[in-house]
């Protein structure tokens, strides 16, 4: 073990010296409590101090307070000195957070046997950050791991439908598949009206209630082939694959009808608005799913700042004579 | 106060022998080397609790007879180490009883220095 000795009594000192030397450990000697502080505070500072409880500047038990007060994983194991052996220095010593003390003069045998103890504990408390650095090195591992699934995650956890990276790919993949096939496709861009006023209004459980709702109601509407996805947010898309011709007014028109069903099932604290934006596809020229989506999102644009051009004119309306 | 030094050893040979455990193969002697360190040592501390007790530093005082106890109980020398005692835990380290106790130690420390110079003697001729 490296060991620090602060001892001014030269003859002490020497006796200590000598006899940690001779049982194999290294020792770095000093002669006062300012001195002892600063070799604890090197790097590579001994992880034992046998410290003398009187020094002419900063006795042990001040150092031994000090010490503890330092926030560290790796405490320095402290053996007081007291040719004392008065009860209350023993107390005060242990305390000041002492680990141990031994009484002058020393005993080479009970010296020899308290290293013993301390080096046990030493080598417990290393075990012990080894083990802790490793189950942080875990944890730090697993939310890695955690986040990259997430990042691979094809659905949206809070609606069970996929997500934008599903709805991606499995949109490219049906792009690829579908050309040239006679079937039509519709994309259908839907974005929530108040969701905001939901989430101030009653807070952001009831917004995302209203969020999952939508994405029943979405479920209910289309079927099991179509591709129904949340983007994120309160933005939705379904891209309907296999159309028989012109089916799109029916289509929209039963996803109005389960909204307003919805609604008028009178049990909810909110009314769920879509504003929506549908574009067809045909198959027979190649088309990327990102300029069909910023397609039917220009569409339902449009359609919300109808609504709300609507909305404002009914309120005038509504104030007017 | 009555002193009964006279009837305790002055020093315990059997404590130096102790040390010789701490002897490395090859070394000089280990306890000749102590016993260097404490002969110097004494005289350096004689000095200082003299001349606390001229100016009548108490708290050096104390300090140096803390030192000498220390030094002589380490090396069995155990008149000195118990009269060093009685000079520390005086209530005035600088009074007259001070100065009595410092003389008590200095005729002790004549007394030792034969017997430690004749160990020393012995053990490294």
């Given amino acids: 073990m490296r060991i620090l000795i602060a001892e001014d009594d030269p003859i002490s000192c020497r006796i200590l010296t000598a006899n940690l030397t001779k049982w194999g450990h290294e020792v770095v000697v000093t002669r006062n409590g300012h001195d002892a502080w600063q070799a604890l505070h090197v790097q590579n500072a001994p992880s034992l101090a046998i410290l003398d409880r009187v020094m002419p500047d900063v006795d042990g038990i001040e150092i031994c307070r000090q010490l503890r007060e330092e926030k560290t994983d790796s405490p320095i194991h402290v053996i007081l000195l007291t040719s004392l052996n008065r009860r209350e220095d023993l107390l005060e010593g242990l305390e000041a957070g002492a680990d141990d003390y031994l009484t002058k003069p020393l005993d080479a045998h009970e010296l020899r046997a308290r290293l013993q103890a301390a080096g046990r504990i030493l080598e417990l408390q290393e075990s012990l950050r080894q083990r802790v650095r490793e189950l942080e090195a875990a944890i730090a591992e697993r939310k890695i791991a955690e986040e990259a699934l997430r990042n691979l995650s094809l659905t949206d956890q809070l609606t069970g439908l996929y997500n934008y990276r599903g709805f991606i790919n499995l949109a490219e993949h049906h792009a690829k598949t579908a050309r040239r096939s006679k079937h039509r496709s519709l994309l259908i861009y839907a974005d929530m009206d108040g969701l905001k006023e939901i989430n101030d209004r009653l807070g952001h459980r009831a917004g995302s209630t209203a969020i999952a709702a939508v994405g029943e109601i979405l479920r209910n509407t289309f079927r099991e082939c179509d591709i129904i996805a949340r983007l994120g947010g309160d933005e939705f898309a379904v891209l309907v694959t296999n159309m028989q011709e012109p089916e799109t007014a029916k289509v929209l028109e039963r996803l109005r009808r389960n909204v307003h069903a919805y609604n008028e099932a009178s049990n909810h604290e909110f009314t769920i608005a879509l504003s929506i934006g549908a574009v067809e596809i045909d198959h027979e020229h190649a088309w990327s799913i990102e300029d069909q989506m910023a397609r039917a999102d220009e569409v339902m644009y449009r359609e919300k700042r109808e609504k709300k051009g609507h909305e404002k004119a009914q309120e005038a309306q509504g104030k007017g004579p | ?125």
Avoid: C, W
Wanted: proline share 2%; hydrophobic share 40%.
């Fill in chain 2, 1 to 125: 106060m009555t002193l009964t030094h006279t009837e305790t050893q002055a020093v315990d040979l059997a404590v130096l022998a102790t040390y010789d455990d701490a002897q490395i193969e090859g070394e000089p002697d280990f306890v000749v080397e102590l016993l260097d360190i404490y002969l110097n040592e004494v005289p350096r501390l004689f000095d200082s609790i003299r001349k606390a007790i001229t100016n009548n530093e108490g708290i050096t005082a104390k300090r140096a007879a803390h030192s000498l106890r220390g030094s002589s109980g380490n090396l069995g020398v155990l008149q000195m180490a118990t009269i060093a005692g009685e000079l520390e835990h005086l209530e005035n380290n600088s009074g007259a009883s001070a100065t009595e106790l410092l003389m008590s130690l200095e005729n002790e420390f004549e007394r030792v220095k034969e017997i430690l110079n004749a160990e020393r003697q012995r053990r490294s001729p």
